[in-house]
């Protein structure tokens, strides 16, 4: 049985959050942000990274949804730097490119342990129902930062922004889920330095 998992718990003035990640998973996840679209985006990484993911986040939604936003990104981050380990026999790198109807995303990762988070791309809509779309920006670079991984993401082209984040989500699933895999042909990590 893996034990490629990650539990945080973080509880701050603005939020409390419980979370844990598993990557060998089966893509189920159990959420509850407080945040409906970002619940619904974490749904789509999970599933299409085949890792499972609980969330329970309770947040001041009741000013906006940026705090519980960051902060879940930051708890996935910690989470995925404790379930990678030592990364020894994995991938390390991870890449995908996935279309939704018209727009189409790419993510690039690399599992170096240090920390580059770039982003191309905008949103023509500055919300999706009552989600601030700058918050995507602000999840990625938190998540970034806290797993130590080098992210790159960019949105090719789009016209609705629904379609442009949600491509954006699957795509970093896929892409870390490939990160991760076990290769048995790696011996100690894929590094020349020996360690990352």
Not at 4 to 11: A, K, L, M, S, Y
Not at 96 to 115: F, H, K, Q, T, Y
Not at 137 to 156: G, P, W
Request: net charge negative; glycine share 10%; charged share 25%.
């Amino acid at each position: 049985m893996s034990n490629r998992t990650g539990f945080v718990e973080r509880n701050t003035f603005e939020t409390q959050i419980k979370l844990n990640f598993a990557i060998d998973g089966s893509g189920e996840s159990h959420l509850e942000t407080g945040v409906p679209f970002l619940t619904h985006m974490l749904t789509l990484f999970s599933k299409h990274g085949l890792f499972s993911l609980d969330v329970e986040a309770h947040g001041d939604t009741d000013v906006d949804d940026h705090h519980t936003t960051e902060d879940i990104g930051i708890c996935l981050g910690k989470a995925i730097r404790q379930a990678v380990g030592d990364k020894k026999g994995i991938n390390r790198y991870g890449y995908a490119v996935v279309p939704m109807d018209e727009a189409l995303s790419e993510v690039a990762i690399d599992l170096s342990g240090r920390p580059y988070f770039v982003f191309n791309g905008n949103f023509p809509s500055e919300k999706v129902g009552t989600f601030d779309t700058e918050l995507v920006k602000e999840f990625l670079d938190k998540l970034c930062i806290e797993a130590q991984m080098n992210l790159h993401v960019t949105v090719r082209y789009g016209e609705n922004t629904h379609h442009m984040i949600e491509s954006v989500f699957k795509a970093l699933g896929r892409a870390l889920d490939a990160a991760t895999v076990q290769n048995p042909r790696i011996q100690g990590v894929l590094s020349t330095k020996g360690t990352l």
